[in-house]
């Protein structure tokens, strides 16, 4: 959770309990307004450049991708943007299959949230992909 995704938390909505000094907290998360978990489980058709001077698939070290929330409106990417490993296999190159999150050190399924201070038209909010080799 994000500093932007709190606020302060005010008297009122505390218990004698959590008015304690050593119980009251001071921050409380705002609640979401657009919520989406996804799982990526596969993509075809993705093509990789062709060896070249510039470039050597013997040097592709991983695969990513990267998801994020895109305003279409304002066209602009919007935060919550992270990642999902893909194996690599130079057999079927244009085929990506992402791991769970329990096999690999990624996050898979992902999940996305807004609250109400981002002040999004949710109708022209939607996912953005993008796809990554890593080569050394």
Known sequence: MLYKDMKPVSGSELTA?????ENRPQFKPISSVLGSQITIEGAEGIPI?????EFSRKNIVKRI??????????RELIFNCAHV????NQANE????FM?????ESLNPLLFRTTAID????????FIFEFVCYIR
């Open 17 to 21: 309990e959590q008015m304690k000094p």
């Open 49 to 53: 450049p062709k060896d070249s001077a």
């Open 65 to 74: 991708v990267r998801v994020g929330l895109f305003d279409v409106n304002n």
């Open 85 to 88: 490993i893909a194996d690599w």
């Open 94 to 97: 244009d085929v990506w299959q």
């Open 100 to 104: 769970p999150a329990s096999k690999a």
């Open 119 to 126: 002040d999004l038209n949710r109708a022209e909010v939607n």
